[in-house]
């Protein structure tokens, strides 16, 4: 693997998880995702610190997309489709 390709997960990687706009969130994860599988494949030694950061990184965004799922349902439950958000007095 090479530098570029080390750099190119990390920097998709990155924006993942420094994404704020919820409505972006899961392309930037499923970008990141391909990125790494495509350097997992192209990994030649399991054995590497690298290899380990990118199975990190899967395990990350796994708890992200978790987390998101989890914060998506909470909103659904407190504001079911169809009703309103606002309270009249």
Do not use: C
């Amino acid at each position: 693997m090479n530098a570029d390709q080390q750099n190119d997960w990390r920097a998709f990687y990155r924006a993942a998880l420094l994404e704020l706009d919820p409505g972006k969130l899961p392309e930037r994860i499923e970008r990141a995702e391909s990125a790494i599988r495509t350097s997992l494949n192209a990994h030649p030694n399991a054995d590497s610190t690298e290899y380990q950061d990118l199975l990190d990184a899967v395990a990350n965004l796994r708890v992200l997309r978790r987390e998101i799922a989890r914060a998506t349902d909470a909103n659904l439950e407190r504001n079911p489709p169809g009703s309103s958000s606002a309270t009249s007095p």
